[in-house]
């Protein structure tokens, strides 16, 4: 008797990429309409909707990843795609998912700082700023600490502040980053550096730098961005 195997298959597993308008932004969640009329549901991390909130209307590109999720005990399974803004936050969400008990829902909603942030706490073995969370307790940080330190590496605040694709993706474009781009990063870098230095904490202030260069008036230069980082600092 010849055996044949038989496979399930679904369009989704192809998608690895979206490229379309953001119809609407929700809670942990977008539709993004394609050329071809038909519009998409696609889950995001937290970081995300706040990063696209100003995005409606117009062209995006979202990095895509296909999952199965389980309801009512297993009895009904249903396909998701989760959208990231870069490979590079897609590979990081699939690595983060290999922690005991951080499944694909929790690890979207808990994802409210930028992959290279996240990243660094578990580089730093920064167990308050993964337990800040929402959905990370202590022991879950402390899991996550030991299941992925010492693979993160190629996330951390080195590349933070390296390459177009991450500004790219949430504008839908893969052309060249722009030379105020270019020089922006640069600066970025270089006051990171100089004020891990001074003793501050990398998180912290990757997210100070972030604030600035979210500003509407960019920084002259790296001066310029290390003073306005100590201003975000004191609350100014």
């Not at 005990?73 to 795609?81: F, I, K, N, W």
């Not at 990243?119 to 167990?127: C, E, F, G, M």
């Not at 933070?160 to 870098?189: F, I, T, V």
């Amino acid at each position: 008797m010849t055996s044949i195997a038989l496979f399930s298959y679904h369009p989704w597993t192809m998608i690895a990429r979206i490229e379309g308008i953001l119809d609407t932004i929700a809670e942990g969640s977008t539709l993004v309409r394609t050329q071809t009329g038909l519009s998409y549901e696609v889950l995001l991390p937290a970081y995300v909707v706040g990063r696209l909130g100003g995005s409606v209307g117009e062209k995006i590109t979202l990095h895509t990843l296909y999952f199965i999720e389980g309801q009512a005990q297993g009895t009904t399974m249903t396909p998701r795609l989760a959208g990231f803004t870069s490979t590079e936050d897609r590979r990081f969400f699939e690595l983060f998912t290999t922690c005991k008990g951080i499944g694909n829902r929790r690890a979207l909603r808990s994802m409210t700082l930028e992959t290279s942030q996240i990243a660094t706490a578990i580089a730093d073995r920064d167990v308050a700023l993964l337990q800040s969370l929402p959905e990370i307790g202590k022991r879950t940080a402390e899991t996550i600490i030991a299941t992925l330190r010492g693979k993160v590496d190629a996330y951390v605040s080195a590349t933070a502040y390296d390459g177009s694709e991450r500004e790219a993706g949430s504008r839908g474009g893969d052309g060249p980053r722009s030379s105020q781009s270019a020089a922006l990063s640069s600066m970025a870098r270089e006051a990171l550096e100089v004020l891990l230095q001074l003793g501050e904490n990398r998180v912290q202030t990757m997210t100070w730098i972030d604030e600035v260069l979210r500003q509407d008036d960019p920084p002259r230069d790296t001066q310029d961005l290390i003073t306005r980082a100590y201003y975000v600092k004191t609350g100014g």
